[in-house]
């Protein structure tokens, strides 16, 4: 027997058991608006949907992903010609939409797959949305586990990414009795891609505050970029969140337009903040090897001082540790960092903010409530697009907010106070910014 021959037989031997070997077609929406997505199916032979194809989601809100169609990967579903998915993705204001193609063809026992956009060998290009000029670039990842790789195709994913490389919109204005605040985590931990790059980005998202409080800025060379870059715009520095024999520091830090009130200049021209490291039993899993904490920098605005703590509390997706027990080890930090505050004896009159990832998820209810009381804080109203904070992994991921700027409801409360998710270019983190607004009228 012919080694060819012989191979023909192995696959239609395996072919039935490895039938339901399928491609997911995903598109992520980094966009302000939600994308609208026509699909279709083409073939020769004639496709069922529901049975060699499925159809999924019609609509793409802005910052998230969705499964927009699915293709089982069985050749005698294929024509010589092949079949192909077509989405067609535009928005409501937009004019000519984009095409995304996805192909399945035959091979030599089973099927092979391609994508593109616009023409099939493009794997990105640039766009046209309405006015706004947009990038789509296509990810494809083999997942052989799941079917026979030579004989079925196995199975695959495509992503299509859709970014609107538009610079963020001009934020509001600060008057003189109000601060602008902006709390960034910057997913610069070990192991997370891209880390030489994404720092050059940061400065233009967070221009324009009067403050703005850095989480997950753990790896010294970027952040000692990162602090480089923003000196002219930020001269008030914090040394970075550290202390307690940890392995690494805390990833926290404070830059500012104003001075801070009281705090010692280092020769380095960083500022050193008093702060907490939570001990190791207020932390679980990974997390214990940071130096998490709270850190507190006082603000002098016009006369006035605003009393900031700006904080990165327990994940509670841990690898190391059970989600209910990093909950309560999140749950017993929001304690903390209230009784910190209390302990500082401010004034009810002037103004206290808590600001940072302070990882409870204000789009579950109970959690937010719970947080909020142990924190002694109020949230200010939600305003603009996104309701998340965190960047979806998945078309089943949670739709998390876990950014927030907070202010203390036993001292001066705001006139009005706003913050805003923001969804900058770049995919400068895993994290989106967060934005918030207070105003305390006249002194």
């Known amino acids: 027997m012919n080694r060819g021959r012989g191979l023909v037989m192995l696959c239609a031997l395996l072919g039935p058991l490895m039938a339901q070997a399928e491609s997911q077609i995903w598109v992520r929406n980094h966009t302000n608006e939600a994308l609208e997505i026509q699909t279709e199916a083409r073939s020769g032979v004639e496709w069922q949907e529901g049975e060699h194809w499925f159809r999924g989601m019609t609509r793409v809100a802005p910052g998230t992903v969705a499964e927009i169609a699915r293709v089982t990967r069985r050749r005698r579903h294929v024509d ?34 391609q994508s593109g956009v616009g023409g099939m060998s493009a794997a990105g290009l640039h ?32 992503e299509y990414l ?27 931990l070990l192991g997370k891609p891209r880390q030489a ?47 307690g024999g940890s392995l690494i520091n805390g990833g926290v830090f404070v830059v500012s337009k104003w001075p801070f009130g009281g705090l010692e200049k280092t020769s380095e021209g960083l500022y050193v903040a008093d702060q907490h490291v939570f001990s190791g039993d207020e932390c679980s899993g990974e997390d214990c090897f940071a130096a998490k904490g709270i850190q507190y920098a006082p603000i002098r605005k016009n006369g006035r001082t605003y009393h900031l703590f700006a904080t990165h509390l327990q994940s509670t997706t841990p690898v190391f540790q059970s989600v209910r027990r990093a909950t309560n080890s999140m749950m017993a930090q929001t304690r903390r960092v209230g009784s910190w505050v209390a302990s500082k004896g401010i004034s009810e009159h002037e103004p206290v903010l808590i600001a940072g990832d302070l990882n409870f998820d204000a789009n579950e209810h109970a959690v937010r409530e719970q947080a909020l009381i142990n924190l002694k804080a109020r949230m200010p109203e939600t305003v603009g697009v996104l309701r998340h904070s965190y960047m979806m992994d998945t078309p089943k991921s949670a739709q998390s907010a876990l950014d927030h700027v907070l202010y203390s409801r036993w001292h001066r409360q705001p006139v009005s106070a706003t913050q805003e998710i923001l969804l900058p270019p770049g995919l400068l983190s895993d994290h989106f910014p967060v934005r918030a607004l207070y105003a305390y009228g006249e002194k």
């Open 162 to 188: 859709i970014e609107d490389l538009s610079p963020l919109p001009e934020g509001p204005k600060s008057g003189p009795d109000d601060l602008l605040v902006m709390t960034y985590n910057i997913w610069y």
């Open 80 to 113: 010589r010609d092949g079949g192909h998915i077509i989405a067609q993705v535009g928005s409501a204001d937009s004019g000519q939409p984009m095409t995304l193609r996805t192909s399945v063809r035959r091979s030599l026992c089973g099927t092979t797959l």
């Open 197 to 243: 790059k994404r720092w050059i980005g940061i400065p233009e998202v967070v221009s324009g505050n009067d403050v703005v409080v850095f989480t997950e800025a753990f790896k010294s060379k970027y952040r000692a970029l990162l602090m480089e870059a923003l000196r002219d715009e930020y001269p008030y520095m914090t040394e970075v969140l550290d202390g």
């Open 127 to 158: 766009w046209t949305l309405g006015a706004r000029p947009m990038s789509v670039i296509r990810a494809q990842e083999a997942r052989p586990w799941g079917g026979f790789p030579f004989c079925q195709g196995g199975d695959e994913r495509i």
